[in-house]
């Protein structure tokens, strides 16, 4: 079961990078967000409330749902979308997978576990493969790039975009440590996340425009419905039942689809290090998998204890 949604996070989240490719335009970075988790809030909430499929959650719930709002669904994307003005996308995905290490380092820090040597070994190993796949698209060969103030506003963005995104799945630990189900945290997250980006936007002075072109439609309910929706609720589903180290790979992983797809629809160009980085993420993806998921799982289930 785990297996299968591990594949489906990847597959997932590996072809959001094109749908939010086809979403570049009119629209503005942060109305896009916006879009993003209006409609995957005003789907999800609404549809496990009448199904009665919501948990009941208290007020110390609520507020780290709105932390978990913040971290995953409006603050880590408003700084990745902002990135890709200043690097590429590709950039960007290789900064992301950083999330391993990140999480790593965020569970000795907050949940006083010691890190796994494999997940060290691991990250290392995969972030650079990832390196290797898109040291096309780094632009290392244009002189003084990598020191140019954009090159480091852009790096400071992805970092931050990727630190959010690990804080957040040390919320979505506490909430599964509790027992509430990534499902319920999400509807509720997404709705916070929404009403936090509408709080940019009027902070901003920022007018909600919209494209009414199909290709800009489509992206946005498959960014919303499959992105969003069950993106993030196989994803933390996997943080409940493996952790958060072992479920970080999947942001290592999905680059590699990302870049499949790139081949095909933007033109990207396989070379040597192309394929010695798929190998190398490939392994580490075997390093970090290897061991027992049930005693890790076990470990997880019998922390589940009566949080504030």
Known sequence: MSASLYIITVLIWGTTWLAIYFQLGDVPVNVSVFYRFLLAAAV????????GRLQK????????MVLQGACLFSFNFICFYNATLFISSGLVAVVFSLATLFNAANNRLLWKEAIPQRVLIAGAVGSTGLLLLFLPEL????PGHWFSVDTLKGLALAVTGT???SLGNMI????????????TTNAYGMAYGALILACVLVLTSQPLVIDMRPQYLGALFYLSIFGSIIGFTTYLTLVARLGA????YATVMFPVVALLLSSWFEGYQWQVSSF???ALTM????IINWGSSKREATVIASRQIKLP
């Open 44 to 51: 999800l909430l609404p549809l496990m409330w009448l199904s």
């Open 57 to 64: 959650t208290n007020r110390t719930d609520h507020i780290f």
């Open 139 to 142: 632009g290392g060969q244009q």
């Open 163 to 165: 630190y959010l995104f």
């Open 172 to 183: 979505s630990k506490r909430h599964s440590l509790k027992g509430i189900k990534p499902i």
């Open 245 to 248: 180290n072992k479920a970080a």
């Open 276 to 278: 010695i980085g798929l």
């Open 283 to 286: 392994v580490g993806n075997g």
